[in-house]
């Protein structure tokens, strides 16, 4: 079983930036990808971006690749999402997501509102 528990979700004006955390618990070294996915009112859940554990590559939503960016820290089973120059657009729900072998995991989520 893996655990996640995500922080840093908040409000911010447009252009602000927020730092989502994601620390992962549990059997850890069973999970080959980690990352987020959002979901915005009325929307469906979508991919933001995420991690291989293994080699390390990143994956981004086109929508966000060069504005979000993705990083992990081994030592803390940590996951973050930096979220730069934020617009109201990406307001949602965020979600941590961390995938093994077996099965998938998803955090609670973390509401980001981005006012104009």
């Known amino acids: 079983q893996v655990q996640l528990v995500e922080s840093g979700g908040g409000l911010v004006q447009a252009g602000g930036s927020l730092r989502l955390s994601c620390a992962a618990s549990?059997?850890?070294?069973?999970?080959?990808?980690i990352g987020w996915y959002r979901q915005a009112p009325g929307n469906q859940r979508e991919l933001v971006a995420t991690?291989?554990?293994?080699?390390?590559?990143?994956n981004y939503a086109d929508s966000v690749n060069g504005q979000f960016n993705i990083s992990r820290n081994n030592a803390k089973n940590t996951v973050y999402l930096q979220m730069n120059r934020l617009k109201p657009e990406d307001t949602a729900v965020y979600y941590c997501?961390?995938?093994?072998?077996?099965?998938?995991?998803w955090g609670q989520g973390t509401q980001v509102t981005v006012s104009s």
């Open positions: 997501y961390a995938a093994t072998t077996l099965r998938t995991y």
């Open positions: 549990g059997s850890t070294w069973n999970i080959n990808t």
């Open positions: 991690i291989n554990t293994r080699g390390g590559s990143t």
